[in-house]
């Protein structure tokens, strides 16, 4: 993690202590330079996600880097969203097993492969608010069924890893599939 910029930290003790000193001028004239420190909107956007999926993470910078596009940074939700697939997958056997011990063979692969489907994933991105949340680079299209979908995926995964279980991970991909169309912004 890099340190914090000199002259966010200079911002940050002049706000503190009053903004008296002669620096403060030169540096911070407008009342609204300590409130840009303290969040920005992605922030603000991740905070009202978390209240959304009922998830509070443990490390915020999980949740970050899910909904980071490869487009974006290296250091983004593919890995996460390789696990998040799968847990969704589990999920879904497991219920459609533990609604039915004799479900066949093909019953169960459909119900994970349905609920855990792009076409269900991009559904549920889009009702997350994913599409204005997740950071891509200019020429790649936020909303495209496969960066929600990635998106949502990595979202799973990474509760999963915040959690250490997978459980907490299936908990949040069913109440995805449910949440009400409520973009981000709205949850405010
Ligand atoms: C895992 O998730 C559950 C349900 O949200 C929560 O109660 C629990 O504190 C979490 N555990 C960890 C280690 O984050």
Redesign the pocket.
């Known amino acids: 993690m890099a340190p914090p910029p000199l002259a966010a930290v200079i911002l940050l003790i002049l706000a503190v202590s009053g903004a008296s000193h002669p620096l403060a001028q030169g540096l911070d004239s407008s009342p609204a330079g300590a409130d840009a420190l303290a969040s920005s909107p992605f922030d603000e956007a991740l905070a009202a996600l978390q209240k959304q999926i009922?998830?509070a993470f443990?490390s915020p910078d999980l949740l970050r880097r899910a909904m980071t596009h490869a487009s974006y940074s290296r250091e983004n939700g593919r890995a996460l969203a390789v696990l998040g697939l799968a847990t969704s997958q589990s999920a879904a056997a497991l219920r459609a097993l533990a609604a039915d011990r004799d479900a066949s063979a093909s019953a169960v692969a459909r119900a994970a492969r349905d609920a855990a489907g792009e076409a269900a994933c991009a559904a549920a991105g889009a009702r997350a608010g994913i599409p204005s949340i997740v950071r891509v680079a200019g020429g790649t299209k936020a909303s495209a069924a496969p960066v929600v979908c990635g998106a949502l995926r990595a979202l799973v995964g990474a509760v999963a890893v915040?959690?250490?279980?997978a459980?907490?991970a299936g908990?949040v991909f069913w109440r995805l599939q449910v949440l009400p169309a409520a973009p981000a912004t709205a949850a405010m």
Request: a negative charge; charged letters at 40%.
């Open positions: 009922g998830y443990r915040d959690n250490g279980t459980d907490a908990e």
